[in-house]
């Protein structure tokens, strides 16, 4: 049995494969960019009013009128030539003229007549985005690793960028295993639950931008557990496995990985939930054997599996935030184990639930986060500060 930090380390470790596709930026979204990119233009590509308002070449006279000879609107291209004393009409967005330097608010403008008076007298040059003052052509506006935002998008979007290269994302199979598992709608007999693992971990994976994922079930016995994990193996980059690691009389899958060649890496983690955590590697696909109980397997999911599809998806930043804060109560930890503690993080401090044996999931549904407390540590006192684990932030 290996600490928490050594597991850690292991799966830090692991030689993963990571490859890139050009993708349509649209279909981009929390993708991780293969490349660094450069402007292929100015931003913006012209000088560009940054108001309503009028522009004029600009005077030290502050009594001048001007007169209003044209317009400029977002999107025209045609040439307006104003001398001294003559102002154009201009949108926000638009081309300012060349002949023209600086534009007045039209707030601070009272017009008759096409005489156009400055109320208020800006300093030159006010109002006008130069060229490339957002970026300059040719210059790294986004770096290889950055995680694709909606913003990032939007962005690249208004520099004319269609295809941009990323990280392909793994395919995941999940495998469910356990004679006493039934689908929800079905009517259970004596002795079965219903099995929600499956779609647990599919939901955690989608929402973390894993979409290529498949789902296999099998019976607790030898073959049929070989053959799924062949299955699975066939379709995916990294397989999950829910149940059936444990030494009991019907955990096959174990033997089943070593018969066909998985390698195993660790084995059982001194921690709670979760201790019977599997990991291994054949070749450049990776699998993890979860504890079937619910809590654990999607602990687990965040501590260990989480990571490692990360680092295959080419990204460095962690998907989840880690961050210390204090204790609302104290806390005997007896076990010599690293506790992970579902948690409520609020108004920098934690609040440790109720529930938390490896099966409930009900305390998971309403937590936020998993509090994390050192197998070293016995005791969590009342202001401590404790390094948690931000699972999401929904209404808080």
Not at 18 to 23: D, F, L
Not at 176 to 197: F, K, M, P, R, W
Not at 293 to 322: E, M
Request: with cysteine.
């Amino acid at each position: 049995m290996i600490s928490v930090t050594e597991a850690l380390q292991i799966i830090d470790a692991a030689n993963t494969k990571t490859s890139v596709k050009s993708m349509r930026i649209e279909k981009t979204l929390g993708f991780v960019l293969a490349e660094d990119i450069t402007a292929p233009i100015n931003m913006p590509p012209f000088r560009q009013s940054a108001m309503d308002g009028y522009a004029i070449r600009w005077s030290d006279d502050a009594s001048q009128v001007y007169t209003v000879i044209d317009e400029s609107k977002a999107g025209d291209s045609k040439h307006i030539v104003l001398k001294a004393n003559e102002a154009a009409r201009i949108f926000t967005g638009a081309k300012v003229p060349d002949t023209a330097d600086t534009v007045v608010m039209q707030e601070h403008v009272e017009v008759l007549n096409a005489e156009a008076k400055i109320m208020q007298h800006p300093k030159k040059g006010a109002n006008v985005r130069p060229i490339g003052e957002q970026v300059t052509k040719g210059e790294v506006v986004l770096k290889q690793g950055l995680i694709i935002t909606e913003a990032a998008i939007g962005f690249l979007t208004g520099l004319g960028i269609r295809k941009i290269t990323v990280y392909q994302k793994p395919k995941i199979s999940i495998l469910v295993t356990g004679n006493e598992l039934q689908a929800a709608g079905t009517v259970l007999e004596d002795g079965e639950i219903y099995e929600s693992n499956a779609i647990m971990l599919k939901m955690a994976l989608k929402r973390f931008g894993f979409k290529k994922v498949k789902i296999f079930r099998a019976k607790d016995n030898l073959k049929t557990t070989k053959k799924h994990i062949k299955k699975g193996l066939k379709f995916a980059d990294v397989l999950l496995i829910s149940g059936g690691i444990s030494v009991g009389d019907y955990d096959f899958v174990k033997q089943a990985l070593s018969h066909l060649k998985v390698k195993e890496l660790f084995y059982k983690i001194n921690q709670k939930p979760g201790k019977p955590l599997w990991f291994g590697q054949k070749k450049e696909q990776f699998v993890f054997a979860l504890p079937g109980n619910p809590a654990s397997a999607l602990t687990c999911f965040y501590v260990y599996v989480l990571p490692l599809l990360n680092k295959c998806s080419g990204g460095t930043a962690q998907l989840l935030k880690s961050t210390k804060v204090k204790s609302s109560s104290t806390l005997k930890n007896t076990t010599g184990k690293t506790l992970f503690l579902k948690a409520l993080v609020s108004n920098n401090k934690v609040d440790f639930l109720q529930g938390q044996q490896s099966s409930m999931l009900h305390s998971f549904a309403t937590s936020n986060a998993l509090a994390i407390v050192p197998e070293a540590v016995e005791t969590v006192n009342k202001g401590d500060a404790v390094q948690c684990l931000i699972l999401h932030d929904y209404g808080n």
